[in-house]
Structures are given as structure tokens and as C-alpha cells.
């Protein structure tokens, strides 16, 4: 019997202990961590640099409210702005509430009320956000939603290129679809949605949630592209594991919020902040990052080599070390048996394996995680016809 409602399927697992790409579970099993409690332990789990400085934050002050000054905020928010497009920040607590600071702000600055997304995208599950989110399932049983969202299809320039309206305040999009199956822009549409602002005289909103912190080998995703988006939210890996989240905004619209626009008792509370300032220490940092493009690229090139000729394997793509193996079938029987080896990975959608290691993760980790993948999805192969 359980005290807990039951909105999560969860694993038959109780981890004991975690160190860098590892968990322990209550049995004594050890398993390799690519999910990385979804792209959140980016430096492993229980990093030194930011257990130490949350210990030494818990010895002076655990929490103020944002009507008193919070000098750690104005350093990670500095960190945030010189490594990003942006010039303000606002802290949350989540990645859906950064993705509502975007919403509400994006609305009080143009006046206007109507935000575009896209279909399989995900931003969240509060009720502006799963009404941004463009999937059925997520929505299903809570409407009505919130007004006014519209979807356009994932990667279409045309459909971008074709939007019209007066009413139309910002388009949302993710850099790389996460949720919906770790999918990543193409350039031209990417570019073509920051020119549809323009036009529209509508915000750009990049939902960096998963993609942000060093995830794909650049501080922020958007910057493989030559867009400059007008707001950037994040969360996930922003604070290694410590709740937080943030929304970063172009210096035009900081004068669109002032004091009453938008608040959250928690947002950027001391000790979450600790953990963003060493976060950010570690991962901002241009050797860093390379290390990450590196091993994403070696890493997807030896899952292409090893896995491309599997008749279950159909794509392998991704961005640094955000990596989906699309196959043609439900990934549940493979993840049950890589689980089973000793190998955590996530699902993206029904057909989608998706990788998501500690982005300190060795060379030795990744070519055991390869191999496992190979050996197992192989051994479904075997039994595997396609229809
Ligand atoms: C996880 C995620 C969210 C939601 O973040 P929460 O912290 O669970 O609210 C929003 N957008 C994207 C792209 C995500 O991956």
C-alpha cells in the first residue's frame, strides 16, 4: 500500500546511493546512470564543488524572502547573463514555472495574448504550460486548457513561414525536442521562427529546460544556431539536483515587469542559488564544454558504427550528450533488459531510447553503456520482424 498518488510508473528500484554516473540500489546493484535523473545531475551525482557550497550556504542563512537583497542571486544571474544573449534573470523553482515567468512576461510586454508552439513539444504541467505542451496525452481529462495556444508542426519552415495574426505574443520552441523523442531543429527553422517574431512583432521564447547548462556541448543549445532568442528558461541541470529554475530575458523587456508583476517565495532562495553558483563554475567553462561536444561526438559515432546495421535500429541522432536511438519498435522490452545489465536509460515517446549521461562522464562509462546497447538491442533484433 502506498501513501502516494499515483502519477508516476515507477521502477522497481530504491537507490541506495549515487556517486558521479552511478547508482546503488538497496540490493547492492550497481548500475551506470544515463538518465541522470533526466538531464538534471549533469555533474554526476553528488558533486564535490556543489556539495560544498550548499554545506557552507546551510551554515549561514537557508532562506530569505525576495523582499530582502539576495547577493547570490546577482551572481549566478550575472554568470546566466554574460554567458547568454540575455541581460535580466528571474528565479523559479522549476522548469514549468520558468516557462509561465516566459508566458506572463512575453504577454505584459506585447499586449497580445496568443503564443504558437509546437506539436510533441513539452514545457510543462502546470495548466499554461501543459496547454503550451503540444501533446493529447498530456492534456487529456484537464480541460479546459488555457487560452490561447496554437501548434505547428515540429521542423515545417512552411508552417512557420505561413503564420499570420495581430494577436500573437511569442513563439515557444525547444532547441532540441526532448520529450518528444530528442529531436533537433533544423537551422532554417529555427531561423525562420526568430524571423516570424520579428515580423509579428511577437517574443522568442527558447524553452532550454533540458537542453540548457551544457547539455549539448554549448552553455545554452540555441547557440549552435544563428538565432538571438528574447527569452531563454531553464531548470533541469541548473542546479545539479537542488530545485531551481530560471528565465532570462533581453534587456527591452526588463522595464515590462516591476514590482507585483510576478513573484515565488521560494524563487532563488539561498540555498538553491549555492547550488547554481558552483553548477555554473563547473559547466560554464570553455574546456568544459569542448569535453561534452567531444564525447557526444564520439559517443554517437560509435552507437552509428556499432548499432546502424540492426534491423530494430532506424535513427540515431542528437546533440552532444542528449543522444536518441529511434527504433522500430516500443523501447520498453530493450530499457527492461539493459536495466537488467546494469544500464539506466530513458524512454523519449514509445520508440525512442533516450541518453542522457553525466557530462562527466568517462570514455570507459560510455564504452561500456555502447556495448550494452549493442549486445542488448542485437539480442532483440534477433527476434524482431519487421511489419
Ligand atoms: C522537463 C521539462 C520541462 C518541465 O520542467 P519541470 O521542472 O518538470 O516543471 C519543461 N520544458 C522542457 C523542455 C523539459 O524538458
Redesign the pocket.
Known amino acids: 500500500m502506498s501513501y502516494l498518488f499515483p502519477t508516476y510508473a515507477r521502477l522497481d528500484i530504491e537507490v541506495e546511493k549515487a556517486e558521479g554516473a552511478y547508482l546503488y540500489d538497496t540490493n547492492g546493484k550497481k548500475y551506470l546512470d544515463f538518465v541522470s535523473g533526466?538531464?538534471v545531475c549533469n555533474l554526476g551525482h553528488c558533486p564535490k564543488t556543489v556539495s560544498q557550497s550548499i554545506q557552507k550556504q546551510l551554515e549561514k542563512v537557508w532562506h530569505v524572502s525576495n523582499l530582502f537583497q539576495i547577493p547570490l542571486q546577482e551572481k549566478v544571474a550575472k554568470k546566466l547573463v554574460e554567458h547568454s544573449v540575455g541581460d535580466a534573470v528571474f528565479f523559479a523553482n522549476?522548469?514549468?514555472?520558468a516557462?509561465e515567468a516566459a508566458i506572463k512576461l512575453a504577454r505584459k510586454h506585447t499586449g497580445k495574448h496568443k503564443i504558437i508552439t509546437f506539436l510533441q513539444s513539452?514545457?510543462?504541467?502546470t495548466y499554461a504550460?501543459l496547454s503550451a505542451t503540444g501533446q493529447k496525452k498530456v492534456q487529456e481529462g484537464f480541460g479546459p486548457l488555457a487560452p490561447t495556444f496554437e501548434y505547428l508542426p515540429y521542423n515545417d519552415v512552411e508552417a512557420v513561414k505561413s503564420l499570420k495574426g495581430n494577436d500573437i505574443a511569442a513563439i515557444m520552441v525547444?532547441v532540441v525536442q526532448?520529450?518528444g523523442g530528442v529531436v533537433p531543429g533544423d537551422p532554417t527553422f529555427l531561423k525562420a521562427i526568430e524571423e516570424k517574431c520579428k515580423e509579428l512583432d511577437a517574443l522568442f521564447i527558447v524553452?532550454e529546460?533540458?537542453t540548457g547548462i551544457g547539455r549539448t556541448g554549448k552553455a545554452f543549445a540555441y547557440e549552435h544556431y544563428k538565432i538571438s532568442p528574447d527569452i531563454i528558461t531553464l531548470?533541469?541541470g541548473l542546479g545539479s539536483g537542488f530545485p531551481v529554475?530560471a528565465m532570462i530575458g533581453k534587456k527591452h523587456l526588463i522595464s515590462s515587469f516591476s514590482p507585483g508583476s510576478h513573484a515565488s517565495t521560494f524563487g532563488g532562495n539561498p540555498l538553491a542559488m549555492a547550488a547554481a553558483d558552483a553548477t555554473l563554475d563547473e559547466i560554464f567553462n570553455e574546456s568544459f564544454l569542448t569535453s561534452v561536444s567531444e564525447k557526444g561526438k564520439w559517443l554517437k559515432q560509435q552507437l552509428i558504427e556499432q548499432l546502424q546495421d540492426e534491423p530494430l535500429v532506424k535513427d540515431i541522432r542528437g546533440k552532444g550528450l542528449m543522444i536518441g536511438i529511434e527504433l522500430n519498435t516500443d523501447v520498453q522490452n530493450v530499457l527492461t533488459s539493459l536495466r537488467e545489465n546494469g544500464l539506466l536509460a530513458l524512454p523519449a515517446g514509445p520508440k525512442v531510447i533516450r541518453l542522457l549521461p553525466p557530462l562527466t562522464v568517462t570514455k570507459q562509462e560510455m564504452e561500456k553503456a555502447v556495448h550494452l546497447l549493442a549486445s542488448n538491442i542485437h539480442l532483440h533484433s534477433l527476434t524482431f520482424s519487421p511489419s
Open positions: 533526466i538531464a522549476s522548469g514549468a514555472e516557462n513539452f514545457h510543462g504541467r504550460t525547444e526532448g520529450e524553452d529546460v533540458q531548470a533541469k529554475g
